[in-house]
């Protein structure tokens, strides 16, 4: 993303990891979905349509997380070192409220 516009929308250099995680978060939400609604389908061939989908949502969210995990803001299983990005992240978006103010 270019830093100019990084600097307009006051995300500086999170602003890719805000991104990535917000779609991994939506990647997350649609396979549940898509697993829910194969659950409550009544015809075989919405049923396979449906679990292609829950397919290609798996492989998005495992592309995502491995970018994430690449470019160290995804630490899967390193839970310290997680929740001490979590934590950047949080100081982070609490300045970025307070300087708005």
């Not at 798996?58 to 839970?79: A, C, E, F, V, W």
Request: proline share 2%; hydrophobic share 40%; aromatic share 4%.
């Amino acid at each position: 993303m270019n830093e100019m516009v990084k600097k307009l929308i006051g995300m500086g250099a999170f602003s890719d990891q805000v991104i990535a995680s917000d779609m991994l978060q939506s990647a997350k939400a649609g396979i549940k979905s898509y697993a829910l609604a194969i659950t409550e389908t009544a015809t075989p061939e919405i049923r396979q349509v449906l679990i292609k989908q829950l397919d290609d949502s798996i492989k998005q969210h495992r592309n995502i997380s491995l970018y994430m995990m690449d470019k160290g803001y995804y630490h899967p299983h390193d839970t310290a070192q997680q929740l001490e990005q979590n934590l950047i992240i949080g100081h982070t978006a609490i300045s970025l409220a307070n300087e708005k103010d």
